[in-house]
DNA sequence: ACTTCGATTGGCT
DNA sequence: GCCAATCGAAGTG
């Protein structure tokens, strides 16, 4: 079996809570991942590991905005930032650790119309090629926290599709502290020299304000 | 109650 | 390359 991080799931596949987060963000690419009209073939995704990782938005424990991450797999936690934002991820892990995998990027391979008119007459290639693009394609709102994956009719799906010919990694876009640093967390994973994979850019450096 | 700033994006120099 | 947009979560007092 190729993908070992992933399982049959009633339509589609999702995470094995057995399944270290860094091996799901892994098998994920290449998956197609469908809602509300388009589908998209995920090309870049990212690995975040609750209490042990200080770049989570779980690292500190469970708040109202990320509660559930910590719910059981099967699930996705979409999240809203920078007052304009969402993005999905897939919550990983044994229910109440706070793991999960952000989709990153992808290529919408159906639904391309309906992709279009969401963003706004953006090319193709940047359709859904960042985070915040990936939701804005699929339609993804604060609404869908929580959505299921599961069931014949799931709100979400994941479904396999081709197996990757090669794949990177290496650090996280725009996190900074301890869990920016590459080489303790190099957990940006994405298909080796695909288009449709996000431009890298490091965290802002926190400026300090003048003081007079 | 108040302040800071974010797992980002798009527009402009 | 630089920065404004825009708002709520989280941290501080």
């Known amino acids: 079996m190729v993908r070992d991080a992933l399982e049959p ?24 991942i469908s809602h509300a009209g388009v589908t998209v073939r995920i090309t870049e995704a990212e690995a975040y590991a609750g209490s042990d990782d200080p770049g989570a938005h779980t690292f500190r424990g469970r708040t109202a905005r990320n509660a559930s991450m910590f719910g059981p797999v099967g699930h996705a936690y979409v999240y ?30 159906d639904g391309v119309d309906l992709a279009r008119s969401r963003r706004g007459g953006v090319s193709d290639r940047d359709l859904a090629r960042g985070p915040g693009r990936l939701a804005q394609a699929l339609a993804l709102d604060r609404t869908h926290d929580g959505m299921s994956m599961e069931g014949s009719a799931p709100d ?7 197996v990757p010919k090669c794949t990177s990694s290496g650090p996280r876009v725009g996190v900074s502290g301890p869990g920016g640093d590459g080489e303790l967390f190099p957990w940006r994973f994405w298909i080796t020299e695909d288009p449709y994979v996000s431009a890298y850019r490091p965290a802002k450096p926190r400026r300090r304000p003048a003081r007079p």
């Open 9 to 32: 799931c009633g339509a589609g596949l999702r995470p094995r809570a057995d399944a270290p987060v860094t091996q799901v963000a892994h098998d994920v690419l290449g998956c197609l």
């Open 80 to 109: 809203f930032t920078y007052g304009m934002h969402h993005a999905l991820n897939l919550v990983c892990g044994p229910e109440g650790t706070g793991h999960g995998v952000l989709i990153r990027a992808g290529e919408v391979v």
């Open 156 to 162: 979400l799906l994941l479904v396999p599709a081709t």
